[in-house]
């Protein structure tokens, strides 16, 4: 199932006019990728350029992929979620419930991550601490 996404609305950043080196802007809202504003030599040979047109097409074709990807993965999940869900005799009051247990569970889980890495440095400091006194 392949969307076609007709207007993709690139990031406005644009580089500073006197800059003599490729740009990296923030990513785009819809394929994620970061896109490049290249730089244009004055003095740019014929495959300089040759180089520079395939490099633009590619990320104009890169942009465009990943932002049909992006879309139909956004759609099929959501439509796989409301399937389950209706498979589980659940509603949609139901859902906003599961979604609020599952951030909770997530910052949970990223709690106990941060304890964990807590007394990993609390020991390290422990041992160079000792290790200090030592000498």
């Known amino acids: 199932m392949l969307i076609q996404f007709t207007s993709l609305k690139v990031s406005r950043f644009c580089p500073p006019r006197k800059s003599c080196h490729d740009w990296i802007g923030p990513p785009d809202k819809y394929s994620n990728l970061r896109p490049v504003h290249f730089y ?13 047109k395939l490099r633009q097409e590619t990320q104009e074709w890169n942009q465009q992929f990943w932002a049909n990807q992006n879309l139909t993965f956004s759609k099929e999940k959501e439509e796989f979620i409301h399937s ?34 807590g007394r990993l440095l609390q020991g390290i400091f422990k041992q160079k601490f000792s290790e200090a006194h030592v000498l």
């Open 40 to 52: 244009i030599p004055e003095n740019e040979s014929p495959s300089e350029q040759k180089l520079r």
């Open 84 to 117: 389950r869900l209706k498979t589980k005799g659940l509603g949609l009051r139901t859902e906003s419930v599961l979604m609020v247990k599952l951030k909770l569970t997530s910052r949970s889980e990223g709690n106990i991550e941060c304890r964990r890495n």
